[in-house]
């Protein structure tokens, strides 16, 4: 069973919003073992709604349609579907009472346009919304399922939990899942040399790479009977890829790298101080969206000036004269100093040069040194970077959450 | 001129990640008068991204493409457009020298399969990718035009913006200018209000406002000749507009709340230091990335332990005990102890409960104070928030720059 969604809305082509609607519904439906091969997007026009879902109709079983179930005039999605799959539109009592109600409880006249909304084709299963005045509703014909959801997320996040989802799950005689590893420290073409053997003769499971800023993602999927453990599939090829890649594969369940640092360092109990220079905070405001934090983490100095590194982390003078406040001298005095200072388990320090500008031929926009102390001394690592500020940055926190990780890894 | 977006990216299809290249393009694109008609979606599977882009040519003057573009075997886009089009992929030695040259600087080995990257369709204008390996390109064929831009974000934007919008804006016998104004302080209905008629009337230019996490955005967009100004549109509009909001306008330049505020201070050159506990450093992290600021912030302590306030802040123990350490009192002795520690013109702080853990029926999650403090005392603010914790520290940092923007304003 292969699947389309396609989202109606003049605001998604104009850019307004981005199209999340269709990344939750796939992610839910490739969970349910169903393939989504489109997305399509069309505005309230509708000729072109017409031919898009003529279009899907033949190429796709299922069609899951979402907006264009609202009460104004270039709401369109329900004619269009009753046109093409020859139903009427007929009255659904319930779904009446339930918009007049919906209306009382917010203490407004409902206008006469919202009946509209009411109206469903004809030999529909109702999707009742909770959450909003639009049901939605589930048509089979011709072998094909059409299914019409609203448009705005909160009402229609609901509405495929509490019907689509069982209606499908009940359907299905096989299942999907998957697994997703996150690997950091190795780039992605050199990962794809380390495993081509296993790409290439991938079946059942599938292994799939994909890369963002400095990361690298494989996702391993397997598709079973439905009583059968697809576990089973994806543990053995897992397994390899972790023997292979050792422990540059940071995760084997989708937890990104601060996720999985700041919970090492709250599961071990291991309390932190940190400085901060040219990531400005960005490390430790990516550690404090991590629940429980508050347990391990004491304080943060971001010293962006030579006074904050002599006054706050104890650097000395001598130090920043003679190596300059980028160096590894000063990122080692830093992590020592604000691990003093805060009387923590370890300091971790930041310095470096996020540009555009300060650069210099010796000391390049992208060079960065970032240290850990502990009891028993610090220890620090030169990074050569690229990319803009933001990204020189970014890749500087992923770095630092990496050395963490292996620091606590190593405590073991 | 008609466009649509087809984007070839299996984890679009599984849900990793949204289509936000298709929302930046279609704003883009319409900004400069190109109705976009259709996004679609493909996977990296040859046959359906063949029927897509063949379709996509069919019913689109232009197909701008993203994704498929990478080193690994299933990124087929180039080699699909160059099968239908009919054009052999040939070495463009320059864009080799460059991905040569960029695994240099990051001090990695160029694996072989990093030179597909260099092959584009014959008769092709190239478009650099300053922030990547994989260059795009733009082909004319058959009355159409197809564009290729690489998937991630970051390197597909600013490839867009520095070739595909000149591109078009050669090509256009008009031209189309907006202004964005930014607003914070006022609701989204209330400044409705406040505008209503200038919005009826409109028609060139138009005036379409977006709300956005506790922010609105106005555009006014004109279309004029080639030769004319479209200034002489634009301004009249945003004089008026100005004049009835007041300076709850903080930018004409599309500017954000954290530049605005970072660029007063490099301005005035007014010294700051910071004290962050619930926004554990996005305040900072924000401010720094605004090149410059360097000359004026100081440092921040962020301050996640009660000993951190004592120590590193001068919080008294008494003010902590009797008040709390998310009070009026402490964020105001936050502000000042910062100041007096770091010797700057002035002192921020912000404490508060981000949630979701913390809150109580006195102290709700979404309480929150921040203080300012200079050589004259010190002001504060109490905040009601709502939402989940990552909501909640963003608006928190709204907050804080909009108060130190009115502070710098009101010293002139």
Redesign the interface.
């Known amino acids: 069973m292969n699947a389309e969604i396609l989202?109606v809305g003049t605001e998604?082509?104009?850019?307004?919003?981005?199209?999340?609607n269709?990344?939750?519904?796939?992610?839910?439906?490739?969970e349910q073992g169903i393939?989504?091969?489109?997305?399509?997007?069309?505005?309230d026009?509708p000729r072109?709604l017409k031919e898009?879902l003529e279009?899907a109709l033949k190429r796709s079983d299922v069609v899951i349609m979402t907006g264009g179930l609202g009460p104004t005039q270039d709401d369109l999605t329900k004619e269009t579907v009753a046109e093409i799959l020859n139903r009427k539109l007929i009255l659904h009592q319930e779904s009446l009472e339930k918009i007049k109600a919906f209306f009382q409880s917010i203490n407004r006249p409902m206008t006469e346009n919202n009946i509209k909304q009411a109206y469903l084709p004809e030999g529909s299963l109702i999707i009742r919304n909770d959450k909003g005045t639009a049901p939605g509703c589930i048509i089979e014909a011709d072998g094909k399922v059409v299914i019409m959801l609203p448009g705005p997320p909160s009402e229609m996040k609901p509405m495929f939990e509490h019907t689509v989802i069982p209606y499908f799950s009940e359907k299905s005689d096989y299942k999907i899942e998957?697994k997703y590893l996150r690997i950091f420290g190795v780039?992605?073409?050199?990962m794809?040399?380390q495993l081509i053997d296993m790409?290439e003769k991938q079946v059942n499971p599938t292994i799939?790479?994909?890369?963002?800023?400095g990361e690298v993602?494989l996702?391993v999927t397997a598709r079973c009977g439905k009583q059968e453990n697809a576990a089973e599939l994806i543990e053995p090829v897992v397994r390899e890829i972790t023997n292979r890649l050792g422990n540059a594969v940071y995760s084997t369940d989708n937890k990104n790298l601060e996720e999985v640092a700041g919970e090492l360092l709250i599961n071990h109990n291991i309390s932190i101080a940190?400085a901060?220079s040219c990531?400005?905070?960005?490390?430790?405001?990516k550690?404090?969206?991590i629940?429980g934090?508050?347990k391990v983490?004491?304080?943060?100095?971001?010293?962006?000036?030579n006074?904050?590194k002599i006054?706050?982390l104890n650097v000395s003078p001598d130090t920043l004269q003679k190596h300059g406040a980028v160096s590894k001298e000063t990122a080692e005095e830093m992590a020592i100093g604000t691990r003093e200072?805060?009387r923590t388990d370890i300091g971790v320090s930041i310095t470096g040069i996020a540009g555009?500008?300060g650069g210099t031929e010796e000391k390049p926009v992208g060079l960065v040194y970032i240290a850990l102390a502990d009891k028993n001394g610090v220890c620090s690592k030169e990074l050569?970077?690229?990319?803009?500020?933001?990204?020189i940055r970014n890749t500087t926190s992923l770095f630092v959450f990496d050395m963490i990780r292996r620091y606590v890894l190593k405590l073991d």
């Open positions: 989202a998604l082509l104009m850019g307004q919003i981005a199209n999340t269709a990344q939750y519904i796939s992610g839910r439906l490739s393939n989504v091969y489109y997305h399509s997007v069309v505005g026009n072109r898009s279009l998957s780039g992605e073409s050199a794809e040399e790409i799939a790479p994909y890369a963002k800023e993602t996702r940190l901060e990531t400005g905070g960005l490390v430790t405001s550690l404090t969206n629940p934090i508050s983490l004491n304080r943060t100095v971001v010293s962006y000036s006074e904050a006054e706050s200072a805060a555009p500008e050569r970077l690229w990319g803009d500020r933001s990204r």
